[in-house]
C-alpha cells in the first residue's frame, strides 16, 4: 500500500528556513512526476513545486527563487528546502504525484512563519 509520509514542518520566524521530507512506503519515486502542494487556511490546496523524472523543476511564482525541491532516489524521499520563509508561506504541506492520487493525500506537515 502507498504512503506518503511528510515530515520537517514547524514555527519559524520570517526569514527563516526549513527543510521538509516526503517519505514514501511501496512507492519509487523516480518513476513518476513528483510535487509539494500547499493549503492555507481557507484556501484551496495548490501546487508549490514539482520534479520530474528527468530532473526539471517547476515552482509556482510565489515559491520561485525561495525553495527548491530535490530528491534523494536511494532513500525515495523527496524534500522542500523553504528558504526566506514569509508569513504567507504558512499552511499545511503535502507531497502527491502530478496530477495528484486522490487516494495518496497524507497528514501533511505545518508551516507557520510568525515572529
Known amino acids: 500500500q502507498v504512503q506518503f509520509v511528510e515530515s520537517g514542518g514547524g514555527l519559524v520566524q520570517p526569514g527563516g528556513s526549513l527543510r521538509l521530507s516526503c517519505a514514501a512506503s511501496?512507492?519509487?519515486?523516480?518513476?513518476?512526476?513528483m510535487a509539494w502542494y500547499s493549503q492555507a487556511p481557507g484556501k484551496q490546496r495548490e501546487l508549490v513545486a514539482h520534479?520530474?523524472?528527468?530532473?526539471?523543476?517547476y515552482y509556482a511564482d510565489f515559491v520561485k527563487g525561495r525553495f527548491t525541491i530535490s530528491s534523494d532516489n536511494a532513500k525515495n524521499t523527496v524534500y522542500l528546502q523553504m528558504n526566506n520563509l514569509k508569513p504567507e508561506d504558512t499552511a499545511v504541506y503535502y507531497c502527491?504525484?502530478?496530477?495528484?492520487?486522490?487516494?495518496?493525500w497524507g497528514q501533511g506537515t505545518q508551516v507557520t512563519v510568525s515572529s
Open positions: 511501496g512507492w519509487t519515486y523516480r518513476f513518476y512526476i
Open positions: 502527491n504525484t502530478v496530477p495528484p492520487a486522490t487516494q495518496y
Open positions: 520534479l520530474t523524472t528527468g530532473g526539471s523543476t
